[in-house]
């Protein structure tokens, strides 16, 4: 028998003594197991055959060890008579269950809080009560579910997600809780909260400084169909969560593989977008079918049957183009956010260009219709657009890119193609936004020039100078940050190819030369010398970096990454204090710059893709495994998310800042260097919580002392930070992205202004 034919029958006669046991012992079959996510990335990876058995080995393995490591097979936890709670201890891991049901307890705390919130309300936002409960009860099984099955969506691998974390169905809800305290916050009341609409006007002091568009819409009612709006996208989430999770655990019951593995990819865009049909079709047939029972107030009340339509395909498209562009980047919980929050922006941008010919679109307003907006849906959307219409150019910019250059039709012509499809590229760029973004903006305008009316706008701040300060003092801040981030990188690659001498000429043994009889001569003096600097490096090598550089040499990753927290605190900080409205427009501006650069990366675009790719990827952690590097985006929307949404506190706005610029930074930093004690199943350490909470309190006292932000109560602010520091502990999302989104949360539910 060979080699093959003998690991295929000891694998039968393993799996056969595991369901003898798991019949012996009266319990059901565990239907998946954590590391089930891993297990199926090995389809889309490119390992031979050899390791990917290897590494099956190896976590059958590695499932089977004891708590002492010692390794244990079926056999031999049945002779040692096996009981009950041994088997839940060796393979359903109920620690790991400590950590997402705390996660779990906050979403429901929450979640009942604007409950009742939402039922002591007027009658217009009462009926929202009965969506959001629906849509807790439809998360919370699509989180149950996940405990004994890997979690993904409708038709997609398991391996196009990051490694997926026991509590990630549950921030499907995050988004709904927010923009629901957002339409509490807009009631009309005797004093403002912490979410209210902002005072827009170019004469008040305080106020934010924007001209409105003459349009008057009401706040309440944009409010309600904002939460229409991601309700009915988190519904969707949920059901293409739950329907997966329940084929997955059908399929596994019956014995047979998961076909989704061995589907071609026409094949799987067929069986995904006609489940987003009929899942589209559903919610717009009960929608009609409740309106004609008289309960359609119950049910996206706020939005007409055929914009449910539109929305539910939007919506699952966007699911489909980023689980298959940014492979391995988002986890349930970020996809949800990234999706609702695209699809809520194109759309407000269809009601700016309706609104303008048909008056009646003007109660769907989202958010307050300003200058600001209009150059926001131009900023963020236009350049969403213009990645959509010159993707055959990008595609094959970064297809030539890729391709070896021996496989190419024309090789001596590679460097000429490129630099004419950046041309191309470029060149287009420039006609679209003339020819079609600038006229857009124009005409929301009135007719008014949109470039000579962004040169008037920085004249309206507090003083004609002080916004062109703010810019002045960005530049030189950006410029001494990007020198210094230069020289971080020059090292990186310096002493970075040092290590690759060192694993040449101290590691790798000339074998082939050997066998092959060829005569070994003496190395030279400069060889001598070489190796010699290289092993010195190679003595200062840290085992977590991923580079060949020690502490002495230059900043680690993690600092490197830090230093982009504390530039936001310098950028942001003072322009929020002053001129919120300016910064409103600024954050805009360099989203869609970001968005642009990751354009050129991504696709390697002449002469940028490359110097870009290898800048930003001496920042990447754990999390940016995938082909789209989002932390820098992530960063910059999470400072930008309280002015997005129009807050009315000044402290509410700056505590996206705070918490990722001092908070997180901090706490990261002392986790690091101090930490001891670790939450349940997670690398970040109760030190680290301990420092996030005072470096935040004190940072907003230091900002109240200064004037930046209004008095505010310090017990209640301390409680809120507390229950984020609580959040950042259990949490395995991204914090740049999630973080935020709870601070708003929590300072609707417990105000301190």
Known sequence: MSKTGASDAWSRTRRRSDDALYVRSGMKPFEESANDAEQSSEACTTLPLRARRRRRSSNGESR???????RMTPMDIQRAGQSHDAWNAVYMKEPRLLRPCLEMLCFAVAWAVVLVRLAHSMDLVRDKAVQLFLLGILVFSC????????????ATRVCYMRKSDLGD?????????????????????????????????????????????GVQNDPVLGRCSAVDLQMLCAALMGFHVLASSIARRLRKRQGRHLPIEELSGLQAFAYFHGFC??????????????????????????????????????????????????????????????????????????????????PSYVTMYLREPTVLLVYQMALIVGMFLLGLVLSPLLVLSRNLARRPTHRLRWPDKRNLHRRLLAMGFFVLSLTLVLSLLGPWVSWQLGGRNPWLYVIRFTLQGPTWWSRWALVVYWGVLCNIALLSIQLMVNRVWQFATVGDQVKTQTVTRPATLASAGAPRRAPTASQRAGSMAAARFASRIEPDEGTSLGPQVAVSVNGRRKFFHAL??????????????????????????????????????????????????????????????????????????????????????????????????????????????????????????????????????????LRLVEAFSVRQFTIVVTLLAVVEGLSEQNDNLVLPLWGLLLSSLIPYI
Not at 64 to 70: P, Q
Not at 309 to 319: D, G, R, V, Y
């Open 169 to 213: 169905p549950l921030y499907i809800l995050l988004m709904p809780l927010v923009v629901c305290a957002s339409l509490l916050d807009a009631m009309p009341g005797v004093e403002p909260r912490a979410l209210a609409p902002p005072r827009i006007s170019r004469g008040l002091k305080g106020a934010w400084r924007a001209e409105k568009l």
């Open 64 to 70: 089977m060890r004891g708590s002492a490591g010692i």
């Open 277 to 358: 049909v009929v899942l589209a079709l559903l919610f717009t047939g009960v929608h009609v079918g409740l309106r004609y029972a008289g309960l359609g107030r119950f049910f996206f009340a706020a939005m007409p049957s055929w914009m449910i339509l539109a929305l539910s395909l939007s919506f699952q498209l966007q699911l489909y183009i980023w689980t298959r562009v940014a492979q391995q980047n988002c986890t349930i919980g970020e996809l949800v956010i990234l999706c609702t929050t695209t699809t809520a922006i194109f759309h407000e941008a269809w009601i700016m260009t309706m609104a303008r010919l048909v």
């Open 568 to 705: 936001a605190v310098l950028l942001f900080v003072p322009g929020l204090a002053w001129d919120p409205a300016f910064m409103h427009l600024a954050f805009s501006a360099a989203m869609s710059l970001f968005i642009l650069l990751e354009y050129l990366r991504y696709c390697a675009v002449f002469p940028f893709g490359a110097t870009l790719h290898f800048f930003l990827s001496q920042f990447l952690d754990s999390k940016d495994t995938g082909l789209v590097i989002l932390s820098h985006v992530y960063l910059l929307i999470g400072c930008a998310m309280a002015v997005w949404c129009e807050a009315q506190s000044r402290l509410v706005m700056q505590l996206g800042v705070i918490v990722l610029g001092v908070g997180d930074a901090l706490a990261s930093v002392i986790g690091r260097q101090y930490g001891r004690i670790h939450w349940p199943h997670s690398k970040k350490t109760v030190e680290g919580t301990l420092g996030f909470i005072a470096s935040t309190v004190a940072c907003a006292s230091g900002m109240r002392v």
């Open 143 to 154: 989180f149950f579910s996940h405990l004994s099955s890997a979690c993904t969506i409708w």
